[in-house]
C-alpha cells in the first residue's frame, strides 16, 4: 500500500515536472540581440559579472606627450589648449610676451645709444642726447655715459634673450610632461596598504601579530 502510493506521488511529480518544462520551453517572442552582446553577457554571467560591475579604462595615447610638445613648439600655448589646461595658456603667452617686449626695448636703447656714440666719435653734434633740454649748449649726455648705456642695455638685451628662450622651452617641457601626466594610471586598484596581520602558530598554538603590505592591482 505505502509502495503503491510513493509510486503514485512519483509519477504525479515526474508528470509536473515534465509539464512545467514544456511550459517553460515554449517559444517566447524576444527581441533579437547581437551575437557579440550575447556571448558576452553569456560570459559575464557565467562569471558573476553584471554589466554595471564593468568600466572601461581609459586608453593610453603614447603619441599625446610628442604631439602637445610639438604644438608648443610651433605656438607657444597651443600644447596645453591640447591638453585641455586652458588656464595654463594665458600665463605662457604672458610670459613670453613679455619676454619679447623686454628685449626689443632694450634692443632699441642699445641701438640708439649706439648710433648717437658713433656719430659723436665721428665728430658731429646733431644726435638726440646732444641737446635735451633745447638751450642750444651741450652736449647734456657725455660721450661716456652714452658708452655706459650702450652696454647696460646690450646687457640687458642679451639677458631678456636668454630669459625668453628658457619660457619657451620649458612651454614646451610642459606640455609634453603634463600630457605624460594626465595619462598616468592612477586608479584606487593600483595601491599599497598596510593591514594588521594575525596568525596562529601551528606548534606553539600562539597568536602572531604584526603589519601586512597588500598590494592592489
Not at 514544456?22 to 550575447?38: A, H, M, R, T
Not at 603614447?62 to 591638453?83: D, T, V
Not at 610642459?174 to 606548534?203: C, E, R, W
Amino acid at each position: 500500500m505505502n509502495k503503491s502510493l510513493l509510486l503514485f506521488f512519483f509519477v504525479l511529480l515526474l508528470s509536473g515536472s515534465g509539464f512545467s518544462q514544456e511550459k517553460e520551453e515554449s517559444p517566447k517572442k524576444e527581441q533579437p540581440q547581437p551575437k557579440e552582446v550575447d556571448s558576452l553577457s553569456q560570459n559575464m554571467e557565467g562569471e558573476g559579472i553584471t554589466f554595471e560591475e564593468v568600466s572601461k579604462k581609459k586608453e593610453i595615447n603614447p603619441l599625446a606627450p610628442s604631439k602637445a610638445a610639438f604644438y608648443s613648439a610651433i605656438l607657444p600655448g597651443l600644447g596645453q589648449i591640447y591638453n585641455k589646461r586652458y588656464w595654463k595658456a594665458p600665463i605662457v603667452w604672458g610670459a613670453i610676451g613679455t619676454g619679447i617686449y623686454v628685449y626689443s626695448y632694450n634692443n632699441t636703447q642699445y641701438r640708439s645709444a649706439r648710433n648717437a656714440y658713433k656719430r659723436r666719435l665721428a665728430g658731429f653734434t646733431d644726435d638726440q642726447y646732444y641737446d635735451l633740454n633745447g638751450d642750444g649748449s651741450g652736449p647734456d649726455v657725455s660721450d661716456e655715459a652714452l658708452e655706459e648705456a650702450q652696454e647696460n642695455s646690450q646687457s640687458d638685451r642679451d639677458l631678456s634673450l636668454v630669459i625668453t628662450i628658457a619660457l619657451y622651452a620649458l612651454n614646451i617641457i610642459d606640455a609634453n610632461v603634463d600630457s605624460h601626466l594626465k595619462q598616468y594610471n592612477v586608479d584606487d586598484n593600483l595601491a599599497i596598504d598596510f593591514n594588521p596581520y594575525l596568525d596562529i602558530n601551528p606548534l606553539t598554538n600562539k597568536p602572531n601579530y604584526g603589519m601586512a603590505m597588500v598590494i592592489k592591482f
